[in-house]
């Protein structure tokens, strides 16, 4: 389970102030918000990419508020995938278990379960710049996946993809989150979207109702 506990975060003039909400283990939860309402800011400070000025962050009882980022146990998704020119798709799906020093024989075993999971096992030889947008956003939630992370994020991940790239994908994410029991916060503008993938739906602006968006 994640859980916010009223952190504050000042980015010069932007200012969030006593945010707080919970992601139940195994559930996905949407982020909503007008933009520039500071969704990624939260989703950076969950991260360890932003510091917060006061509040704790909680994942599955762990106090994360000051760990590195590589110490939290997630795995975040951009909207631009963030995929290395010079990896192979298989080399993708095998970065986060090998930075964890996992055996050849367990890497393999989930390459091969990620590849099927996410159809991609024709790809594995290919490098990003051969993979068309919905391709190569599979082998970003692929990698993601990968190590089973505590939190999945995904910031706009789902954003951009033709109509029939983005509902095949979105199945298939939405499978891989219940199969793997993966909790996942996920931001986006769609309301659609929004329902059609998660358990919960939280408007920023409700988390806040003092305040301007
Ligand atoms: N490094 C920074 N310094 C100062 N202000 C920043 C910095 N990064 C972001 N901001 C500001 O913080 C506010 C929140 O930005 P953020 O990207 O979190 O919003 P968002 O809700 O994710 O928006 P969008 O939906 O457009 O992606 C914006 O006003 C932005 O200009």
Same mark, same amino acid.
């Given at each position: 389970m994640l859980s916010i506990e009223s952190i504050s975060i000042e980015s010069g003039q932007f200012k969030l102030k006593d945010i707080s909400f919970t992601v139940e283990s195994g559930t996905c939860t949407s982020l909503m918000g007008?933009? %520039?309402? %500071?969704?990624? &800011? *939260? /989703?950076?400070a969950i991260c360890g990419l932003r510091k917060i000025t006061s509040g704790t962050i909680l994942l599955n009882n762990q106090d994360i508020t000051h760990l590195r980022p590589s110490e939290r146990k997630l795995s975040i998704v951009p909207q631009d995938n963030a995929l290395f020119p010079h990896l192979t798709v298989r080399e993708h $799906?095998?970065?986060?278990p090998s930075i964890q020093k996992w055996n050849q024989s367990e890497i393999d075993q989930r390459i091969n379960h990620l590849a099927e999971g996410m159809s991609i096992s024709h790809l594995l030889d290919r490098y990003p710049s051969n993979l068309s947008g919905g391709e190569a956003k599979r082998v970003a939630l692929g990698r993601a996946l990968a190590t089973r992370p505590a939190l999945l994020c995904?910031?706009?991940?789902?954003? %951009? $993809?033709?109509?029939? &790239?983005?509902?095949? *994908?979105?199945s298939l994410l939405k499978d891989s989150i219940q199969n793997e029991g993966i909790t996942a916060l996920h931001i986006t503008?769609? /309301?659609?979207?929004?329902t059609q993938l998660s358990d919960k739906v939280i408007k920023l602006g409700d988390l806040q109702p003092n305040q301007a968006p």
């Open positions: 007008p933009s %520039g309402s %500071g969704k990624t &800011t *939260i /989703m950076e $799906l095998a970065f986060g995904l910031d706009e991940a789902l954003t %951009g $993809l033709d109509d029939d &790239t983005h509902d095949e *994908i979105l503008h769609s /309301m659609k979207e929004a």
